[in-house]
């Protein structure tokens, strides 16, 4: 069984900062690649970038050169650290084990003057 549980949501001004954690349970999370999906109200959850077991990374358009993903594989964490928040970053935030079913359960990033 395979746990993934988030922090570091909050409420932020536009053109701040957070970060996000995910923290796995289990021993197979290097094994495999990671992924940070977020969905906002009325909206299809989307992916918003991954990150594979030896560290090659993707990102959507409309996060490039603001998130940045990374893994560590001791800790079993995953970060996704978000510069220059905007308004329509404002979603719920779930981590995922790629090629699994195993989702987080979301943290909220408001973003907000």
């Known amino acids: 069984q395979v746990q993934l549980v988030e922090s570091g949501g909050g409420l932020v001004q536009p053109g701040g900062s957070l970060r996000l954690s995910c923290a796995a349970s289990g021993s197979i999370f290097s094994r495999y690649a990671m992924a940070w999906y977020r969905q906002a109200p009325g909206n299809q959850r989307e992916l918003v970038a991954s990150?594979?077991?030896?560290?090659?990374?993707n990102y959507a358009d409309s996060v490039k050169g603001r998130f940045t993903i990374s893994r560590g594989n001791a800790q079993n964490t995953v970060t996704l650290q978000m510069n220059g928040l905007k308004p329509e970053d404002t979603a719920v935030y779930y981590c995922?084990?790629?090629?699994?079913?195993?989702w987080g359960q979301g943290t909220q990033v408001t973003v907000s003057s």
């Open positions: 995922k084990l790629s090629g699994t079913a195993y």
């Open positions: 990150i594979s077991s030896g560290g090659s990374t």
